[in-house]
């Protein structure tokens, strides 16, 4: 029971040391295509990738851009339809140009930045979420591209320590007994 004990004690360290430094991964999207209509919010057609093990790892996400004239929005499914509806010219149509809906203005997001240089930051949790783009009013488009960049880290939640401590408290009462 001894070398058990031992053991958990010494993977479950690794993994408290590994998951307070942490782990982060970078990548680009390039040649996104852009709205030409000043304002309005349109969406991905798929979600964003959720965090699956949101209970034990925070995946904290900064996501960049080359464009001063966009702004990027991230939103819940909900303020996706509704946005989609809008700019499709369904049932919610008719868009009010004093109205703040599904523009940068609009509260109803989860994350937005209209800085491509500080960008957006977004601490993914599980379920479905989506990244939204639109032109800034008053600004012409400049180009029909936008390049993405993004950054996620990775650490342990505050969950995820209590369940690694709680296994390391498992493996010294192992350590304990003959």
């Known amino acids: 029971m001894r070398k058990i004990g031992i053991a ?3 993977l479950f360290t690794l993994l408290l040391l590994g998951g307070t430094v942490g782990y982060t991964m970078e990548g680009t999207v390039d040649d996104v295509p852009t709205p030409n209509v000043q304002g309005l919010v349109f969406f991905a057609d798929d979600p964003l990738p959720g965090n699956a093990a949101s209970l034990v790892l925070n995946a904290d996400t900064t996501i960049t851009w080359d464009r001063d004239d966009i702004f990027l929005v991230i939103s819940d499914d909900g303020k996706k339809k509704q946005c989609d509806d809008i700019a499709n010219g369904g049932s919610l149509s008719g868009f009010d140009t004093t109205s ?4 940068y203005a609009d509260e109803g997001y989860v ?3 209209d800085n491509g240089a ?4 977004w601490r993914v949790e ?3 979420f989506y990244a939204g783009i639109g032109t800034k009013e008053g600004v012409l488009p400049a180009g029909t591209e936008l390049n993405l960049m993004y950054s996620i880290d990775l650490t342990l939640s505050a969950a995820g320590y209590l369940f690694l401590m709680l296994g390391e408290a498992a493996g010294l009462m192992l350590m304990r007994q003959k």
């Open 8 to 10: 958990l004690v010494s």
């Open 111 to 113: 994350a937005k930045g």
């Open 118 to 121: 500080d960008g957006v930051d």
């Open 126 to 128: 599980s379920g479905e």
């Open 100 to 103: 703040k809906t599904c523009t």
